[in-house]
């Protein structure tokens, strides 16, 4: 196992997952739930800077390595996953939401493994409509841990907005992934 700063940055993603969840479980004489939102959008916004750090510095450095590939995303869908439900526990989000985004994650993680091991990745690569749900997505987390406005607009009423236009992108990204790998399932289908 390769072991460089972009990796470094990786697994820093993952341990702030237990460091988002324990904000909230942090004894109320220790923090407000002001301060404990705050802390938990400064994490989930760190570790988004992280995820963006890691890819941007293994190109620079030349650092790039198949086992860094692998744990990137899975890093990135444990954070996305550990937010939604801290927020659907937080009554900030819809259970549906996060059904949603976090099967979306597992079914098209499993399509894209799948599709690696018969040689046909390239069906299901990143599109720009991933991108752009990602990015919705990226933004509506940090808006609904907040919870408290920022220069006067409601970020609750904002992030909900937000996760409802990534969910449907979600939907929308999947259909497309799913439309893109169709010929080789079928095939397959086919053959057995």
Known sequence: MPFNLPILLTW?????????????YVPAEWATAHERDLTAT??????????????????????????GA??????????????????????RTDAIIATII??????????REWMAKIGA??????????KIKTTAQMLAIPLLLHKAPLFDVDVI???NWLIWIAALLTLWSMGYYLRMAWPEIARRSAEN
């Open 102 to 111: 976090i099967g979306r994650e597992i079914t098209i993680s499993a399509l």
């Open 42 to 67: 400064l994490i989930f916004v760190a570790a988004a800077l992280t995820d963006w750090a890691d890819g941007y510095l293994a190109r620079k450095l030349n650092q790039t390595s198949a086992f």
């Open 157 to 159: 009423e904002l992030g």
């Open 121 to 130: 990745a390239k069906s299901v690569a990143v599109s720009m409509l991933g």
């Open 70 to 91: 692998f744990l990137d995303p899975v890093a990135d869908k444990l954070m996305v996953a550990a937010a939604l439900i801290v927020l659907v526990q937080l009554g």
């Open 12 to 24: 820093l993603r993952i341990v702030a997952i237990p460091l988002l969840i324990a904000v909230y």
